[in-house]
């Protein structure tokens, strides 16, 4: 029996219709694994034993049932270890990664705690820039100018955000690229991405989940009409898609990296017919998945696990 505990943002504020943690745990209590639940802020390291504030956590349908707290010893009270708080990814995200490793890989974290901070996810995808649209990151004004005049309509993102958070079109020519980077470094001193626009964005942001390097399927985010942004927290659709040759040929290149870095469960972004960015810390996706083809990439997920516990 697997003792699971799951690192992630209260479980009482997440939509059990749409969560992939939540479908997660759901297939961890399918298997008979108990489940507790915590937050990344309750972490405690003294005398090289890590151990957290947790809650025993069982679904009923949509309705969660917390036990009271208690303190689990995260070397010998469970076998595995799910990361799936959500970013930003900023100074704490980072530390917990390092207090993780504490227990990792005695104790199994998915994914690896090292990889995850060493894998921004608008940062690892420049190791393919052949998959890319034209890119910068950077906090010089110069050279974002210089990108920004010699590429056209480009998007404007922070680096380390996420769910859309932050992110703005700009066309050709406009004048506001210097007071929106001013604007960015009065609250975080983290470089932008700037990224030549993909038109394709109109017709839809493809997520697509790998487990192990390997893709088991994806669902087309489609903006509200007059938006760039395609995330469905920020008021995105979610429609049925199938991966094409391109897709194919694109987790064909980055899977095996995925895998030998024991990044288990990834999402990447595909914007036409290029990749945007490689979910590495909550990707999901996976309650849509399902939904649209029956293919439960948390169960194949899980799967994957038992291997790497045997």
Known sequence: ???????????????????????????????????????????????????????????????????????????????????RQDPPFDMAYV?????????????????????????????MVTRWPDLQPPTLISSDIEALEDFHAREGDVVLKPLHGAAGSGVVKLKAGDPNLAALVEIHATGSRDPLV????????????????????EPVGAINRV?????????????GTAEAVGLTARDLEICARIGPELKARGLVFVGIDVIGDV???INVTSPTGAQ?????????????????????LA
């Open 95 to 123: 530390t917990a990664t390092y207090l993780l490793e504490a227990v990792h890989p005695s104790t199994l974290v998915v994914n690896d705690p090292a990889e995850v901070r060493s894998a921004p996810e608008k940062l």
């Open 275 to 277: 990749l945007t960015e």
């Open 1 to 83: 029996m697997t003792r699971v505990a799951v690192q992630m943002d209260p479980i009482e504020g997440v939509n059990p219709r749409a969560d992939t943690s939540w479908l997660m745990i759901q297939n961890a209590q399918e298997r008979g694994f108990p489940v507790w639940t915590y937050d990344f802020r309750t972490l405690a390291l003294e005398n090289g034993r890590l151990s957290c504030r947790a809650r025993r956590t069982v679904l009923k349908g949509e309705v969660v049932e917390l036990g009271g707290f208690e303190r689990l010893d995260l070397h010998d009270d469970v076998d595995l270890i799910l990361m």
């Open 223 to 235: 903006p509200a009409k007059g938006q760039v942004r395609s995330n469905l927290r920020v008021g």
């Open 194 to 213: 700037i990224q030549k626009f993909v038109p394709q964005v109109s017709a839809g942001d493809k997520r697509i989940l790998l487990i192990e390097g």
């Open 288 to 308: 849509q998945l399902k939904a649209f083809t029956g293919v439960d990439a948390t169960a194949l997920m899980w799967d994957a696990i038992a291997t790497r």
